[in-house]
């Protein structure tokens, strides 16, 4: 090592320094102001052992002799001061026990760290030093300066302590004794706004008289703790305030040194309340979104099972049971509506079984949740349901007595259909936020989705159904202003809806020319949008695109239209269901578009099974020898593959006829066999074929 030497102002200063002696920031800073010797040291000589601890006691000095038990004269510097590149408490605490055996008390040691840390100022104060220095503080260099002149006049331990506590150690740092009193306390200007004792009026004072007593006996025991084990404990605790309490993390640093005779600690206090409250937000966030997940997986598991339903009390009871069963809710049950057109209670499960037996009993002179959902098809959600004050009594003491605090109710709804209400409780408190809210809207609307489609399948595939056969007395629709005002005939050819969601109608109207039809059908409010497919002579055929369409209700409620005619005002409706169907409720939807409905008959009718094989020869007693020829050659020539193998012209040249010969028997051939898939019965051959 070479000896770092500037124009003598009187102290001479050793640096010993965890950085390079080139990279030491204090040989410049100290330069010129005092006689300066660098000794760089292994900053991992905790981890390497004493063979790479420094030899402080053979460190050259300016005068060029050495220290302590060196070779040559002892010469002990005025002042010691650790450099740390690093913020590492055990190679502080290292390098201070070093230096105390090597020079004693004698020598004042100040610690310097390249940025502040509250770690090492607490080692500092803990193992004596005489200051806490951050290179990067204001004059720095003259701090180090004025406390080696005074090193030897601040004998008491106190005093030291007081000046590091007052500045560099957190907004709040107090000595505390053994016995709890407080020997000095500092405060930033902000914290002591907080408080209505100051601190110099805080010192002299025990712990319980800043704290109740149970709070003060558990901070005294980390104080005991502390200087027991000798080593740092860190504690959360309340602080009362002007602003209400407030949460502090305090670290206890117990002090080698006695005060007055006794055993003390340095108690660093930092204000963690927001910091708590951050935690608290990110935890309840952490939380409700892992409740979210487990709640669309639980969404997701239940559409699943929906879609292979056979029947709705399959579809009722697996979505209730599998709410349920995932823990989250504490009982489920669907309400559905009754041929009068209230509700009524079709199933439930769940442990919550006093609420749910009393929720059946209970009369209400009031409506019911439940029967506001059905009727506007809205969610309803009430969280904290035992505090809102929002039951009747008898209902409150059966939450209370299956802790129900929190509860939702989803219409079971497709299109303009509700089929019912569902009902979940929880017992968590703040359990249906928006988004859960949102999954649950989600799941009713893919119940009523089943719902309809296991109807629909039902009716499909039935070997007998019930034909219900309806009287409409005057409506609003074109059909009916059609026929009273120009005395002709409606009937409808077949209605649906399209890709897009839209609901289309085929018209045939007889004993009208289309060219009246179309023109009323575009100034018809109903009609959104309309087109003239056919136009023969007093007869013709439209495509309407409506508004509003009871067809399209009827077959939401899973029912088959066969027949709908108009004539002279009067609608005479056909409709097919599924043997076990609500009629009640068909003739209900039915009425919501047409006032004046009346069930005229109800009849059970068997429908013929038909095989591949005789749906196949059906067709083919249908088809002339010229338009099976046709379709065959379309076939097998590559006609209907894209881009086509064949032309229309050179299957005509096949078939030894002119192209729009062969294009007519094509056009009659497909109608014939779509017609047997389209239509009940097939359509009829053409006559002169």
Aim: glycine share 8%; hydrophobic share 35%; aromatic share 6%.
């Amino acid at each position: 090592m070479t000896r770092e030497q500037n124009e003598s102002r009187g102290e001479m200063i050793v640096v010993i320094t965890t950085a390079s002696r080139g990279e030491s920031r204090l040989r410049e800073r100290l330069g010129g102001k005092a006689n300066v010797v660098v000794q760089p040291v292994d900053p991992d000589l905790e981890e390497n052992g004493d063979d790479h601890d420094p030899d402080l006691g053979s460190m050259p000095v300016p005068d060029g002799s050495s220290t302590g038990t060196g070779t040559g004269t002892a010469t002990v510097p005025d002042g010691l001061v650790i450099e740390l590149r690093d913020p590492r408490p055990e190679v502080l605490e290292a390098l201070l026990t070093r230096m105390d055996d090597e020079f004693g008390d004698g020598v004042p040691t100040i610690v310097s760290s390249w940025s502040g840390s509250e770690e090492l100022a607490a080692t500092a104060v803990r193992a004596d030093a005489d200051d806490y220095v951050p290179i990067e503080g204001k004059d720095s260099a003259d701090r180090i300066l004025e406390t080696v002149s005074s090193g030897l006049e601040r004998s008491d331990p106190s005093v030291k302590f007081h000046r590091i506590i007052a500045e560099e150690l957190p907004d709040e740092a107090f000595v505390i004794s053994e016995d709890g009193t407080y020997l000095e306390s500092k405060m930033s200007s902000d914290s002591v706004a907080l408080y209505t004792i100051s601190p110099s009026e805080l010192t002299g004072n025990h712990l319980t008289d800043a704290f109740p007593e149970e709070e003060a006996e558990r901070l005294m025991a980390c104080i005991e703790r502390a200087i027991a084990t000798e080593e740092i404990q860190t504690i959360e605790y309340d602080a009362p305030t002007v602003e209400g309490p407030r949460r502090f993390e305090g670290r206890v640093v117990p002090v080698d040194e006695r005060i007055d005779g006794k055993r003390a600690v340095v108690w660093l206090a930092r204000d963690i309340t927001e910091r708590v409250e951050r935690e608290r937000q990110l935890r309840s966030q952490r939380a409700e979104l892992e409740t979210l997940n487990r709640i669309n997986a639980v969404v997701r598991q239940v559409i699943e099972t929906l879609v292979e339903a056979p029947t709705r009390e399959a579809i009722e009871c697996d979505v209730c049971e599998q709410l349920v069963a995932s823990e989250l809710y504490s009982g489920s049950w669907i309400v559905g509506r009754t041929g009068e057109g209230s509700l009524s209670y079709r199933t439930g499960a769940g442990d919550a079984e006093t609420y749910l037996e009393r929720v059946q009993e209970i009369d209400i002179e009031h409506e019911r949740p439940v029967e506001r959902v059905g009727r506007t098809g809205e969610v309803e959600a009430v969280n904290h349901v035992l505090e809102s004050n929002s039951l009747p009594d008898e209902l409150e003491e059966a939450a209370r007595e299956d802790e129900v605090h929190a509860a939702i109710s989803v219409p079971i709804i497709y299109e303009d259909v509700t089929y019912g209400v569902l009902s979940v409780l929880a017992s968590r408190e703040d359990a249906f936020s928006e988004s859960e809210q949102a999954g649950f809207e989600l799941l009713g609307e893919t119940m009523g989705f089943a719902i309809m489609a296991v109807r629909n399948r039902q009716l499909l595939f039935a070997d007998s159904v019930v034909e219900l056969e309806f009287r409409i007395d005057g409506g609003d629709s074109l059909s009916f202003d059609l026929s009273e005002e120009y005395g002709c005939t409606c009937s409808l050819e077949w209605a649906g809806t399209g890709t897009n969601g839209r609901t289309y109608q085929f018209v045939n109207i007889d004993g009208l020319g289309g060219e009246t039809v179309l023109e009323e059908a575009r100034n018809h409010e109903s009609i959104e949008e309309c087109r003239l497919i056919y136009d023969g002579n007093e007869q013709c055929t439209l495509e309407l695109r409506l508004s509003e369409s009871g067809v399209r209700t009827l077959a939401n409620h899973g029912a088959t239209i066969r027949d709908v005619t108009v004539s002279d005002g009067v609608g005479t409706c056909l409709v097919e269901v599924p043997q076990n169907a609500d009629v009640r409720e068909i003739a209900d939807a039915l009425s919501l578009v047409y006032e004046n409905t009346e069930l005229v008959a109800r009849r059970e009718v068997d429908r013929p099974v038909r095989t591949a094989s005789e749906r196949r020869d059906r067709i083919l007693d249908e088809l002339t020898d010229r338009q099976l020829t046709t379709l065959r050659l379309a076939y097998y020539g590559g006609f209907f593959d894209w881009p086509r193998e064949s032309t229309g012209e050179e299957i005509a040249e096949m078939m030894d006829v002119s192209p729009p010969t062969m294009h007519q028997h094509l056009r009659k051939g497909l109608k014939t066999v779509l017609g047997e898939f389209f239509e009940e019965h097939g359509p009829a051959p053409d006559e002169g074929e």
